[in-house]
Nanobody, 115 residues
């Protein structure tokens, strides 16, 4: 299983970024996918989850209405559209999948929200 995130960077408050996670090594369309984030000195937290075919999504209260998780099963990719970014969204963002009862993580992509 491989999960490779991209799309992070430095953005001003109020700006937008779209993260991508390219998956390989498993039947992507058979598994739910999630995004987590971890800020310095804090525990990793769940940001958003999407079901296998994208019919259901869930979000952390802190990002509801601002972030949107989506997936393209034809491209084996999950996305996180982040709008109205705040300084408190600064963190390393990780793609996650549980495949055959084992948790897999990407290497992470850094998002920094600062003026």
């Amino acid at each position: 299983v491989q999960l490779v995130e991209s799309g992070g960077g430095l953005v001003q408050p109020g700006g937008s970024l779209r993260l991508s996670c390219a998956a390989a090594g498993f039947t992507f369309s058979s598994y739910a996918m999630s995004w987590y984030r971890q800020a310095p000195g804090k525990e990793r937290e769940l940001v958003a989850t999407i079901t296998r075919v994208g019919g259901s999504t869930n979000y952390a209260d802190s990002v509801k209405g601002r972030f949107t998780i989506s997936r393209d099963n034809a491209k084996n990719t999950v996305y996180l559209q982040m709008n109205s970014l705040k300084p408190e969204d600064t963190a390393a963002y990780y793609c996650h999948a549980t495949v055959q009862w084992r948790a897999y993580w990407g290497q992470g992509t850094q998002v920094t929200v600062s003026s």
